[in-house]
């Protein structure tokens, strides 16, 4: 299976990071629709077997925000484009000796993923198997890359995530090619999260001394009021 190699930075100054970006020539990876919804479905046993062995099971479906004309102060009203992927992650079978005596800095997984047409569908096969549709979590994000001249970055996606919980920019690529763009965004390496957003707004919800349920804007917004 294909690996992924990621680490998560906590955002804190959106400005110091675009003016970053702009130092790297950093472009969205989509100019007609750069920031995408995304609401995230994750399945599991009732007893959580895919938790216990470290695996995820996800149906993500991406909705593609409308682009805006020049000039314009708002979204062209548009059809919005959707993408359904379902998702399936795992640990290595194997250490990756890339990282050994690096404490576990960074997050390498092995990833299966697939566009499927319906959601509703396979929802519903997956229940009848027997999976539960257990935790519910949305955000927006906007992915960038550099360009080809920067060979180092080849392969590197910079994903700015907009949550419930806070901001947070995603580095998945190389180890080098992670570290490397990490101190030109102002980071260091004490600054990596290799937590999900699932562990983030545990957190989130024990120091607030709710019950966590599930990472929607809506809800969050609610009990803050």
């Given at each position: 299976m294909p690996k992924e190699t990621e680490i998560k930075l906590k955002l804190t100054d959106e400005k110091a990071f675009h003016r970053a970006l702009q130092r790297l020539k950093a472009v969205p990876a989509s100019k007609n629709s750069p920031r995408?919804?995304?609401?995230?479905?994750?399945?599991?046993?009732?007893?959580?077997?895919?938790?216990?062995?470290?695996q995820l099971?996800?149906?993500?479906?991406?909705?593609?925000?409308?682009?805006?004309?020049?000039?314009?102060?708002k979204?062209?009203?548009?059809?919005?484009?959707?993408?359904?992927?379902?998702?399936?992650?795992?640990?290595?079978?194997?250490?990756?000796?890339?990282?050994?005596?690096?404490?576990g800095r960074y997050k390498v997984r092995e990833e299966l993923e697939l566009e499927v047409s319906d959601a509703g569908a396979l929802t519903k096969i997956l229940e009848a198997l027997g999976l539960d549709a257990w935790f519910r979590y949305e955000k927006y994000r906007t992915t960038y890359k550099l360009g080809a001249s920067q060979a180092w970055a080849k392969g590197l996606l910079i994903e700015m995530d907009e949550t419930p919980v806070g901001t947070f920019v995603e580095l998945e690529g190389s180890i080098e090619a992670i570290d490397r763009a990490a101190a030109q965004l102002g980071f260091?390496?004490?600054?990596?999260?290799?937590?999900?957003?699932?562990?983030?707004?545990?957190?989130?919800?024990?120091?607030r001394g709710e019950e966590p349920r599930h990472m929607l804007f809506a809800a969050l917004k609610k009990s803050s009021a």
């Open positions: 995408l919804h995304e609401f995230n479905v994750i399945f599991d046993h009732p007893g959580g077997t895919l938790a216990k062995r470290g099971l996800r149906i993500r479906t991406e909705t593609a925000e409308p682009p805006r004309k020049k000039g314009a102060r979204s062209v009203p548009v059809a919005w484009k959707q993408r359904v992927l379902v998702t399936f992650k795992r640990p290595t079978d194997q250490e990756d000796t890339s990282t050994t005596g690096r404490a260091s390496k004490r600054d990596y999260v290799t937590k999900s957003y699932l562990q983030l707004y545990v957190e989130e919800c024990q120091r």
